[in-house]
Structures are given as structure tokens and as C-alpha cells.
């Protein structure tokens, strides 16, 4: 079964802010031109008085899902720092109980569920927190598994396919050599990578994709796991002159990889597309009109979704989500709430439909108040 895990962190506004931690709450009713986008604010998490950081999205189906956040300031004034997390079930999210492992100042790096009865969260002493639905199990990592981008900072890519398979890999780790760790008959075992990754997708046991640059700080490169060997694909070249940076790793199967291309030409303009991978590479323009993209998700149905955002010339930023299908450019509004506006940070495929998750901020101005989860076709 194919699994969807997304990390999004916000940084700035006088450093790192964190997310508010309260109960989940119900939204008030969505406002704006919502309505035609089919976009809703489904859950929020804490209140005007929070501040919003890091968030975490992992969906294994229509009835599965799992956010998790850091709050500081929390909005009860109780806890200065915490953690939360909460549980998509199909009808409506609520909060989950963390282990002690899991509470504030434990840093989760990386999660990801194949199940209701089988979620992974990966944290930065090297443990894995496991949930099968009932209780939570600790799980010790070999020292090499998780390994810093810098410092003490480590971000972990996961592919969960079952309590018996699960990979981690260390994103964009400074140190050498590129490996990740595949649990697999109740032990961890190293495996070679042939490039570092920055991005995970990974849809079957055999069928895994990677984005991230060749050894030794090479050129950016996407690699394939077949169930027994990687492969490499390089990036088209783009015109003399230009830079190419990809980013938004969406794979399809082994033979359909898309990213979003942003193109610097030799004069300093930019511009976006997108590059599909079909065994030869493919690029579809994006129109100017659309702005600039940062993410990438497809549903699996045809239709690709992005996240876009265009300054006016008063310098005021809107987002929209951005459809793309067979040549056609569909921008739609974000729900707002009141008088709060949404910034979404991540979309999230639902496997095995056509609907979409997105977590992100509802703002105040230029300032985050406080965590939002958007539905597409959920929640309603």
C-alpha cells in the first residue's frame, strides 16, 4: 500500500515558532470563496494566543491519518512547550496520547503509517516510536540510522509498508556514507544509497523513489529501488545559460516520477515547470499567471495539485491551490476562518482516492495564530 508522510517546519519571526497544542478544536465555518474550491478547514489546533512551527502529515488511506505539532507558547499557559498529535478515523480528528518518549523536548523527525495499527515516529535520540493502535513500543535505532543534517538536527524520510518493513533515511545528512536502514526480519540492516536524499516517496516495498544530490555534493539526481537494486535518473538539461533546481517529488509508479522545475535563466528570470519522468523526460510549462509554486502532490486520478503564491504590487502575498490536468490550469481558493486567512504549508495524497490533505497556518497579517488541517473531498 502505498503511504504519504510530509514534513513541513516554518522558521523565522524571531527564530524557530512553535505550533499551539491544545485540543483539537472544531472549526468555525469556512468563509471566502471556499465554497467553489471544495477546500474545508476541518480541524484547528490551538488558539490566537499560540504559535505556530513545525507540523507533520502522515495518510495510509481514506480512514487513516495522523498530524503531528509543537506549541510554544501553548495556549493553556500551563505547558510553555509541548507536542501533540492527533488521528484521522474517517469521520473526525481527535487527540492521541503520547508516550513519554514522544513529549516535549523530544523532537520528531520523521513519521509514517501503513495503518491505523501501524504508525512510526522517529525521534532525535535515535528511538522509534511504534503504535499499533492500542499501545505504544520503543524501538532502538542503530547510532548510524539517524544521522544530523547539522549539529544535532536530523530530519528522517520514512517508506512504512508493514510492522516488518520500514525504511529510514537521514535527509540531506552531512555526514558520509550515504546509507539508509531497512527493518526487516526484526533487525536493521544498512543499505547503500547511490545518492544523498532530500525526498522520500516510496509506494510499494519495490517501488521507492528518492530526490537528492550524488555523492560527495554532485548534481541533484532522482534514484529508484526496484525490491533489490537503486538506480539513478538524471535531470534534462536545461537551456544553455540556465539553472535548473527541482523539487516536489510526486511518483506514480516506476515509470512516473513528476517535480516541479524552477528554471533561472541567464538573465536572472524565473520560471516553473514541470518535469515528468516516463523513462524520457517530459516538461509541461507553468503558466506565469499561476505564481510561484512550492508544492507538488498528484491524486492519482490524472490530476496533479500545487500550492501558489503571487505578490501584488503593493507587495500583499495570496496563496491558492493550483489543479493541473490534461493541459488545464484551475486556480482555487483557500478556506479562511473569521478573519483569518489560511497559509497551507503541505499537501498530502489520500491513497486510493481523489482527495487531498493540507496542513498549515491561519494568520493574522504576516503573523501564524495558530495550526490548521484542510480537507479535499473529507471531512465534509
Known amino acids: 500500500m502505498r503511504t504519504v508522510s510530509l514534513t513541513w517546519r516554518q522558521t523565522g519571526l524571531a527564530g524557530v515558532m512553535a505550533l499551539a497544542v491544545a485540543a483539537a478544536a472544531p472549526p468555525a465555518a469556512a468563509s471566502g470563496s471556499s465554497g467553489s474550491s471544495g477546500w474545508r478547514i476541518v480541524s484547528t489546533v490551538g488558539s490566537t494566543s499560540s504559535r505556530v512551527g513545525t507540523g507533520d502529515i502522515t495518510v495510509s488511506g481514506t480512514s487513516d491519518a495522523w498530524t503531528a505539532w509543537t506549541c510554544g507558547p501553548c495556549a493553556t499557559g500551563s505547558k510553555p512547550h509541548a507536542n501533540l498529535m492527533q488521528h484521522w478515523n ?8 503520547l508516550p513519554g518518549e514522544l513529549r516535549y523536548p523530544a523532537v520528531i523527525s520523521g513519521m509514517q503509517a501503513s495503518s491505523a495499527q501501524n504508525l512510526w515516529v522517529f525521534t532525535d535520540s535515535a528511538r ?10 520503543t524501538k532502538d535505532l542503530p547510532s548510524w540510522v539517524v544521522r544530523p543534517v547539522a549539529g544535532d538536527e ?7 509498508f508493514s510492522p516488518a518493513n520500514v525504511w529510514a533515511f537521514s535527509l540531506d545528512a552531512a555526514r558520509e556514507p550515504t546509507l539508509a536502514g531497512h527493518y526487516s526480519g526484526g533487525s536493521w540492516r544498512k543499505e547503500n544509497l547511490p545518492i544523498t536524499p532530500a525526498q522520500v516517496d516510496g509506494l510499494a516495498p ?6 537528492g544530490f550524488g555523492k560527495n555534493n554532485g548534481p541533484r539526481t532522482l534514484a529508484h529501488y526496484d525490491g533489490s537494486s537503486w538506480d539513478t535518473v538524471s535531470f534534462p538539461h ?36 514541470l518535469l515528468h519522468w516516463t523513462g524520457h523526460w517530459s516538461t509541461v510549462r507553468i503558466p506565469a499567471s499561476v505564481g510561484d509554486v512550492s508544492q507538488l502532490a498528484a491524486d ?11 505578490t ?7 496563496t491558492r491551490f493550483v489543479r493541473y490536468a490534461a493541459g488545464h490550469w484551475e486556480s482555487l481558493a483557500v478556506p479562511t476562518q473569521g478573519k483569518l486567512e489560511t497559509e497551507p504549508g503541505v499537501l498530502a495524497t489520500v491513497p486510493g482516492s481523489s482527495s487531498m490533505w493540507s496542513i498549515g497556518f491561519l494568520v493574522s497579517g504576516s503573523t501564524p495564530e495558530y495550526g490548521a488541517v484542510l480537507g479535499l473531498g473529507l471531512g465534509q
Open 90 to 97: 474517517g469521520q473526525r480528528w481527535s487527540q492521541v496520547d
Open 128 to 137: 522509534a516510536e511504534v503504535f499499533n493502535g492500542s499501545r505504544w513500543t
Open 154 to 160: 536530523s530530519s528522517i524520510g520514512t517508506a512504512v
Open 206 to 211: 519495490d517501488d521507492i523513489w528518492l530526490y
Open 238 to 273: 536545461p537551456a544553455a545559460g540556465a539553472t535548473l533546481i527541482p523539487a516536489g517529488l510526486a511518483a506514480l509508479g516506476a515509470k512516473s516520477v513528476w517535480l516541479i522545475g524552477e528554471v533561472f535563466s541567464k538573465s536572472g528570470k524565473v520560471s516553473f515547470e
Open 300 to 310: 492519482g486520478h490524472g490530476r496533479l495539485w500545487l500550492i501558489a503564491s503571487r
Open 312 to 318: 501584488a504590487a503593493g507587495g500583499s502575498e495570496t
